[in-house]
């Protein structure tokens, strides 16, 4: 079992960064994918970014590509998302996600990843 905190999320204004935290605990080695998502009322889930845990090989969604960053600690067991030029558009619940055994074609799929966080709320005013 991995247990995932998210952490960092508030409400910024539009031009503004934020960066969200994801601690990973339980059984966690260098064979994992970590990921974060998006979810804003009235809409299904969708793909933020991921990173693989050993080699640090990264995907956006192209609707983040150039404003958001995904990096991890290994030291720490942590993911990070450093997200600038905020959005109203990015307003929503962020979650981080992780599974083990990613394929790369499989990276996007919410339905890849077995271990989920709470969420943390990021809202960008206007």
């Known amino acids: 079992q991995v247990q995932l905190a998210e952490s960092g999320g508030g409400l910024v204004q539009a031009g503004d960064s934020l960066r969200l935290s994801c601690a990973a605990s339980g059984r966690t080695d260098n064979r994992y994918t970590m990921a974060w998502f998006r979810q804003s009322p009235g809409n299904e889930r969708e793909f933020v970014a991921a990173?693989?845990?050993?080699?640090?090989?990264?995907w956006y969604a192209d609707s983040v590509k150039g404003r958001f960053t995904i990096s991890r600690d290994k030291a720490e067991n942590t993911a990070y998302l450093q997200m600038n030029s905020l959005k109203p558009e990015d307003t929503a619940l962020y979650y981080c996600?992780?599974?083990?055994?990613?394929?790369?074609?499989?990276?996007?799929?919410?339905?890849?990843?077995?271990?989920w966080g709470q969420g943390t709320q990021v809202t960008v005013s206007s």
């Open positions: 996600a992780a599974a083990y055994g990613v394929i790369n074609t499989s990276t996007y799929y919410e339905r890849t990843y077995k271990y």
């Open positions: 990173i693989r845990w050993s080699g640090g090989n990264t």
